[in-house]
């Protein structure tokens, strides 16, 4: 029988996105065969998989689903329970399993898409893809034309090393942390306070650290569009179907870069 990566299954099987998977496989919570799961492990269809000791089957597959939500700030926007604050599956409670694609840091608001289809995440997920998010962002102290030029042209900061690429965590040599340059974005200045931005990378709380390093603070950050798919209307704290011509779309980005 022909062998998959046990996260690349999980993942087809629209359980989880892969990485989700790898955390429910260091958490224990995967058993294959009664056995505890390993990282980097092959299955079969003739293997028994477990997940929170429930079954895990192609019966158990669901319809394919794709939301956008409006995200307040304060969700968090994992599956894990550890954060104190309210997750963002809680949140929602949607009748069959989803997980988000990407995320929002808590203090932030806006569009985040949610789907039961893992390869669909790590698609628009992988950074050297390119593909577009824009946000809105009001900071503390009045913008400056050296701010916008130096938020356009990329911003020198320190992420976490497991948020790097796999190009800039060699550079880390074992550290926690690594520094690395933003790479040249579209920044359109709307008031005094605010602009509008528009990334093709997607490292955790980017603006955030952009902004820091250029010692100016984020006062509010919400994103308005990822890809084609725009906020627009769509009231705090609801979800709506992507419509098909929207996913026809996003599809067709997708294949473009892919």
Request: hydrophobic content about 30%; glycine content about 6%.
């Amino acid at each position: 029988m022909e062998e998959i990566r046990l996260n690349k299954y999980l993942s087809e099987m629209g359980i989880c996105s892969r990485r989700e998977a790898d955390r429910y496989v260091e958490e224990g919570r995967i058993t294959v065969n009664g056995r505890p799961a390993e990282l980097g492990q092959k299955i079969t269809e003739a293997d028994e998989l477990l997940l929170d000791g429930k079954k895990i089957g192609p019966e158990q597959k669901d319809a394919p689903v794709l939301i956008a939500f409006n995200k307040p700030r304060g969700i968090v926007c994992t599956t894990s329970s550890k954060d104190r604050a309210t997750n963002i599956i809680e949140f929602i409670d949607y009748p069959v399993r989803i997980f988000p694609i990407g995320r929002l840091d808590k203090e932030s608001e806006g569009i985040i898409l949610l789907t039961n289809q893992g390869e669909l995440v790590n698609l628009i997920n992988r950074q050297r893809y390119g593909h577009e998010k824009e946000y809105i962002v009001r900071c503390r102290r009045k913008l400056t034309n050296t701010f916008l030029k130096q938020m356009s042209e990329g911003v020198e900061i320190t992420i976490p090393v497991i948020d790097a690429s796999d190009k800039d965590r060699k550079k880390a040599r074992g550290r926690e942390y690594v520094t690395v340059t933003t790479k040249p974005c579209k920044v359109t200045k709307l008031d005094d306070h605010s602009f509008d931005i528009i990334l093709t990378q997607g490292m955790n709380r980017q603006i955030r650290r952009m902004c820091d390093a250029l010692g100016n603070y984020v006062d509010r950050l919400k994103r308005i569009r990822v890809m084609n798919i725009e906020l627009k209307d769509l009231p705090e704290g609801q979800y709506r179907d992507v419509t098909p011509e929207e996913y026809r779309e996003l599809k067709r980005l997708i294949e473009q870069d892919t």
